[in-house]
T-cell receptor
Framework: AQKITQTQPGMFVQEKEAVTLDCTYD???????LFWYKQPSSGEMIFLIY??????QNATEGRYSLNFQKARKSANLVISASQLGDSAMYFC??????????????FGTGTKLQVIP | DAGITQSPRYKITETGRQVTLMCHQT?????MFWYRQDLGHGLRLIYY???????DKGEVPDGYVVSRSKTENFPLTLESATRSQTSVYFC????????????FGPGTRLTVT
């Protein structure tokens, strides 16, 4: 079963508008972490934002914020004031404890965001 | 150079051959990971390691072997390459601790003919 689900394969947003990228997750751990990464067409993976399962406030990093709804098991990324440089693949990831007792990190299938001028 | 490096960056091999992809990090991070990236599948975890001599299977371990005799190195071996293993392979590392993000290598593009 998919641990991280990103249901939007692709999205368009107008420049300067806000956009929300969806992510739902599945874990039985009480302590876990959620991450968002950006992958531009050049291929490198860029860390954007982190939310811990015990963090009471939603994480924010500049124009990025994470809308964390624990009961719904969702961790949506909100990008405010979109810029052309935001066009990229976006991946949601979750850190949890694997079967061997160590931390593992798994990713969703990604959402391709295109910002329209 | 500080950081995380992968070699080779590009590799073409034939079905049935053994191939080893190298990953080296200079931060002494405890955790290291191997992912493969394929269209429509995102990044899928192959193997990960919590420390030297501690490894565990991820989502898609079949056909792959890993070892970690030193903290800084985490090679991935395809014992007998198949066409389905054509992919882009990413290595990543992260420090121990709940909030630490992963640092990724540049990727290795592997083609199995």
């Amino acid at each position: 079963a998919q641990k991280i689900t990103q249901t939007q394969p692709g999205m368009f947003v107008q420049e300067k508008e806000a956009v929300t990228l969806d992510c739902t997750y599945d874990t039985s751990d009480q302590s876990y972490g959620l991450f968002w990464y950006k992958q531009p067409s050049s291929g490198e993976m860029i860390f954007l934002i982190y939310q811990g399962s015990y963090d009471e406030q939603n994480a924010t990093e500049g124009r990025y914020s994470l809308n964390f709804q624990k009961a719904r098991k969702s961790a949506n990324l909100v990008i405010s004031a979109s810029q052309l440089g935001d066009s990229a693949m976006y991946f949601c990831a979750m850190r949890e404890i694997g079967s061997g007792g160590y931390q593992k990190v798994t990713f969703g299938t990604g959402t391709k965001l295109q910002v329209i001028p | 150079d500080a950081g995380i490096t992968q070699s080779p960056r590009y590799k073409i091999t034939e079905t049935g051959r053994q191939v080893t992809l190298m990953c080296h990090q200079t931060w002494s991070h405890s955790y290291m990971f191997w992912y493969r990236q394929d269209l429509g599948h995102g990044l899928r975890l192959i193997y990960y390691s919590a420390a030297a001599d501690i490894t565990d299977k991820g989502e898609v371990p079949d056909g792959y072997v890993v070892s970690r005799s030193k903290t800084e190195n985490f090679p991935l071996t395809l014992e007998s390459a198949t066409r389905s293993q054509t992919s882009v392979y990413f290595c990543a590392s992260r420090a121990t601790g709940l909030g630490h993000e992963q640092y990724f290598g540049p990727g290795t593009r592997l083609t199995v003919t």
